[in-house]
Protein backbone atom coordinates (compact mmCIF):
# COMPACT_ATOMS: atom_id res chain seq x y z
CA UNK A 1 0.00 0.00 0.00
CA UNK A 2 1.04 3.68 -0.43
CA UNK A 3 3.03 4.64 2.85
CA UNK A 4 5.14 8.43 3.16
CA UNK A 5 6.05 8.78 6.39
CA UNK A 6 8.22 12.23 7.16
CA UNK A 7 10.75 12.98 9.63
CA UNK A 8 13.27 15.46 10.50
CA UNK A 9 10.69 17.91 12.33
CA UNK A 10 11.70 19.18 15.95
CA UNK A 11 12.48 22.35 18.04
CA UNK A 12 14.90 24.68 16.27
CA UNK A 13 15.78 28.67 17.59
CA UNK A 14 14.92 31.27 14.80
CA UNK A 15 17.61 31.46 12.49
CA UNK A 16 18.22 28.27 12.36
CA UNK A 17 17.97 25.06 10.23
CA UNK A 18 15.96 21.48 9.88
CA UNK A 19 16.06 19.06 7.03
CA UNK A 20 12.78 17.14 6.39
CA UNK A 21 12.07 13.75 5.02
CA UNK A 22 9.73 12.09 3.15
CA UNK A 23 10.16 8.35 2.85
CA UNK A 24 7.89 6.77 0.35
CA UNK A 25 6.89 3.30 -0.59
CA UNK A 26 3.80 1.54 -2.19
CA UNK A 27 4.37 3.14 -5.99
CA UNK A 28 6.58 4.39 -8.36
CA UNK A 29 8.52 7.27 -6.47
CA UNK A 30 9.96 8.73 -9.53
CA UNK A 31 7.33 9.23 -12.08
CA UNK A 32 5.40 11.08 -9.79
CA UNK A 33 5.66 14.83 -8.98
CA UNK A 34 5.93 15.26 -5.36
CA UNK A 35 5.02 18.69 -2.85
CA UNK A 36 5.49 19.56 0.82
CA UNK A 37 2.76 21.50 2.54
CA UNK A 38 2.27 23.13 6.01
CA UNK A 39 -0.54 23.95 8.32
CA UNK A 40 -0.13 26.30 11.04
CA UNK A 41 -2.42 26.58 13.78
CA UNK A 42 -5.98 28.24 13.07
CA UNK A 43 -4.83 28.34 8.86
CA UNK A 44 -5.28 26.52 5.77
CA UNK A 45 -2.93 24.05 4.52
CA UNK A 46 -0.14 25.78 2.46
CA UNK A 47 1.25 25.21 -0.43
CA UNK A 48 5.40 24.90 0.38
CA UNK A 49 7.27 23.61 -2.38
CA UNK A 50 7.06 21.21 -5.49
CA UNK A 51 9.51 19.14 -7.44
CA UNK A 52 9.20 17.71 -10.75
CA UNK A 53 9.61 13.94 -11.24
CA UNK A 54 13.17 13.42 -12.20
CA UNK A 55 14.19 17.13 -10.22
CA UNK A 56 14.23 19.57 -12.98
CA UNK A 57 11.82 22.03 -11.88
CA UNK A 58 10.64 22.98 -8.72
CA UNK A 59 8.63 26.19 -7.51
CA UNK A 60 8.44 27.54 -3.91
CA UNK A 61 6.16 29.75 -2.19
CA UNK A 62 7.25 33.31 -1.71
CA UNK A 63 7.18 32.78 1.61
CA UNK A 64 9.92 30.59 1.60
CA UNK A 65 11.74 31.62 -1.76
CA UNK A 66 15.48 31.57 -0.92
CA UNK A 67 15.74 29.57 2.65
CA UNK A 68 13.91 26.10 1.82
CA UNK A 69 15.02 24.09 -0.80
CA UNK A 70 13.20 20.84 -2.14
CA UNK A 71 15.09 18.07 -3.43
CA UNK A 72 14.92 14.12 -3.93
CA UNK A 73 16.27 10.69 -4.00
CA UNK A 74 14.58 8.86 -6.76
CA UNK A 75 17.31 6.00 -5.90
CA UNK A 76 16.64 5.88 -2.10
CA UNK A 77 12.40 6.89 -3.01
CA UNK A 78 12.92 9.85 -0.63
CA UNK A 79 11.60 13.81 -0.82
CA UNK A 80 13.50 16.54 1.34
CA UNK A 81 12.90 19.94 2.10
CA UNK A 82 16.17 21.49 3.85
CA UNK A 83 14.92 24.64 5.91
CA UNK A 84 17.41 27.57 6.53
CA UNK A 85 16.73 30.91 8.39
CA UNK A 86 13.70 29.56 9.67
CA UNK A 87 11.35 32.02 11.48
CA UNK A 88 8.65 31.66 14.10
CA UNK A 89 5.58 32.10 11.01
CA UNK A 90 7.31 28.86 9.81
CA UNK A 91 5.91 26.91 12.69
CA UNK A 92 3.64 24.73 11.18
CA UNK A 93 2.89 20.43 10.44
CA UNK A 94 4.81 19.85 7.64
CA UNK A 95 3.33 17.34 5.02
CA UNK A 96 4.69 15.44 1.76
CA UNK A 97 2.49 14.94 -1.13
CA UNK A 98 2.42 12.91 -4.16
CA UNK A 99 0.94 14.17 -7.41
CA UNK A 100 -2.51 12.57 -7.01
CA UNK A 101 -3.09 13.67 -3.50
CA UNK A 102 -1.93 11.22 -1.04
CA UNK A 103 -0.26 12.90 2.18
CA UNK A 104 1.73 11.41 4.55
CA UNK A 105 1.04 11.87 8.73
CA UNK A 106 3.01 15.23 8.86
CA UNK A 107 6.07 15.92 11.11
CA UNK A 108 5.87 19.54 13.89
CA UNK A 109 8.39 22.00 12.86
CA UNK A 110 8.64 24.60 15.92
CA UNK A 111 10.63 27.34 15.46
CA UNK A 112 10.51 29.39 19.32
CA UNK A 113 13.44 30.84 21.27
Known amino acids: QVQLVESGGGLVQPGGSLRLSCAAS????????MSWWRQAPGKERELVATISNFGGTTNYANSVKGRFTISRDNAKKTLYLQMNSLNPEDTAVYYC??????WGQGTQVTVSS
Open 97 to 102: RTGWGY
Open 26 to 33: GFTFSTNT
